[in-house]
């Protein structure tokens, strides 16, 4: 069962899939989104700290949170899902969360986390741990949304990938065109046109124009920057489309118009699957999403997988 996919001669691997679970409903559902891919081996996280988990009638271990009791607990939901093809795997910790995923993530090719997991004080997890995770950690991460402990796991139909025609986006082109080439689903990609686009293109024909005298009125020249920069965005979008409906994908493209958060919000449904990386073109301060995915993150209907960026580190006063 092998998850590997050629894209511009890298492999992408999603052999190892990083599920940590906190004892919650909502860090559950986490996991009936990992058992739907075709990893080789899931590995169930826990992580204690210093006072245990306690929700009511979710704890892992009731009172005490033993090693042997939580194991217990992570073994009866990770019993079901193995497989002739699959193995899961339980691997209990102590110490800092953040620090203990993100250390287990670096021998994975995925994690995948709920963003509205509650901790021991009941703090939402996005916010603390998952958010610090996303932040920070060197591999891809599939940020789930759950909303409140019954609501069901929508099942993507879609991929969607924003891109901005910057090579730091299209690292997320490898592991989305693997997951729609192994679940599989139609590939989306997305690209938004906003005022700041046209006025770099009006700055440009101006630079080139600069020896000319002025023919046109500020009017005409907004709409043909305007339109210039829709069709190059357009042709952007088809020219990376295309080697990937080469490799038999199911490719299409959209182009967006206004503020590309805004834009991009609008555009994804609750059943898409975004994949996108962690910064953009302007660049972002290391170890910090860039403002896009931070947003997007936040506020979209549905999962979100981040791909981390490898940038050079920034200076410490950037």
Same mark, same amino acid.
């Given at each position: 069962?092998?998850?590997?996919?050629?894209?511009?001669?890298?492999?992408?691997?999603?052999?190892?899939?990083?599920?940590?679970?906190?004892?919650?409903?909502?860090?559950?559902?986490?996991?009936?989104?990992?058992?739907?891919?075709?990893?080789? &081996?899931?590995?169930?996280?826990?992580?204690?700290?210093?006072?245990?988990?306690?929700?009511?009638?979710?704890?892992?271990?009731?009172?005490?949170?033993?090693?042997?009791?939580?194991?217990?607990?992570?073994?009866?939901?990770?019993?079901?899902?193995?497989?002739?093809?699959?193995?899961?795997?339980?691997?209990?910790? $102590?110490?800092?969360?953040?620090? &203990?995923?993100?250390?287990?993530?670096?021998?994975?090719?995925?994690?995948?986390? #709920?963003?509205?997991?509650?901790?021991?004080?009941?703090?939402?997890?996005?916010?603390?741990?998952?958010?610090?995770?996303?932040?920070?950690?060197?591999?891809?991460?599939?940020?789930?949304?759950?909303?409140? &402990?019954? #609501?069901?796991?929508?099942?993507?139909?879609?991929?969607?990938?924003?891109?901005?025609?910057?090579?730091?986006?299209?690292?997320?082109?490898?592991?989305?065109?693997?997951?729609?080439?192994?679940?599989?689903?139609?590939?989306?990609?997305?690209? #938004?046109?906003?005022?700041?686009?046209?006025?770099?293109?009006?700055?440009?024909?101006?630079?080139?124009?600069?020896?000319?005298?002025?023919?046109?009125?500020?009017?005409?020249?907004?709409?043909?920057?305007?339109?210039?920069?829709?069709?190059?965005?357009?042709?952007?979008?088809?020219?990376?489309?295309?080697?990937?409906?080469?490799?038999?994908?199911?490719?299409?493209?959209?182009?967006?118009?206004?503020?590309?958060?805004?834009?991009?919000?609008?555009?994804?449904?609750?059943?898409?699957?975004?994949?996108?990386?962690?910064?953009?073109?302007?660049?972002?301060?290391?170890?910090?999403?860039? $403002?896009?995915? &931070?947003?997007?993150?936040?506020? $979209?209907?549905?999962?979100?997988?981040?791909?981390?960026?490898?940038?050079?580190?920034?200076?410490?006063?950037?």
């Amino acid at each position: 069962m092998s998850t590997t996919l050629p894209a511009d001669g890298n492999q992408v691997r999603l052999e190892r899939i990083l599920v940590p679970l906190d004892g919650s409903r909502q860090s559950a559902r986490a996991l009936d989104v990992a058992a739907r891919l075709p990893a080789r &081996e899931l590995i169930l996280l826990h992580v204690q700290s210093g006072g245990g988990i306690h929700l009511p009638g979710l704890s892992f271990g009731g009172h005490g949170d033993k090693a042997g009791d939580i194991r217990s607990r992570l073994e009866s939901l990770a019993a079901p899902l193995r497989t002739s093809e699959r193995t899961v795997e339980i691997d209990i910790r $102590s110490g800092d969360a953040t620090d &203990e995923i993100l250390g287990a993530a670096a021998n994975c090719d995925l994690v995948v986390m #709920a963003t509205q997991g509650r901790n021991a004080a009941g703090r939402l997890l996005f916010g603390s741990t998952a958010d610090r995770v996303s932040r920070h950690s060197p591999t891809p991460t599939l940020l789930v949304r759950t909303k409140g &402990e019954d #609501a069901a796991i929508t099942v993507p139909v879609r991929i969607v990938v924003p891109l901005d025609g910057s090579d730091l986006a299209e690292g997320a082109l490898p592991i989305a065109a693997t997951l729609a080439r192994v679940i599989p689903l139609p590939l989306h990609l997305v690209r #938004a046109v906003d005022l700041d686009g046209i006025r770099a293109t009006i700055q440009e024909q101006r630079k080139r124009e600069a020896d000319a005298p002025p023919l046109k009125d500020e009017e005409h020249t907004y709409e043909e920057a305007r339109q210039l920069t829709e069709q190059r965005a357009s042709s952007y979008l088809a020219d990376t489309a295309e080697p990937l409906a080469g490799q038999g994908l199911d490719v299409h493209t959209g182009l967006l118009k206004g503020t590309p958060v805004f834009a991009l919000l609008e555009a994804i449904q609750p059943d898409d699957l975004v994949v996108m990386t962690s910064h953009g073109h302007r660049g972002f301060r290391r170890m910090m999403l860039g $403002s896009v995915a &931070e947003k997007l993150v936040r506020e $979209s209907k549905g999962p979100v997988l981040l791909v981390p960026t490898r940038t050079p580190p920034a200076p410490a006063d950037a």
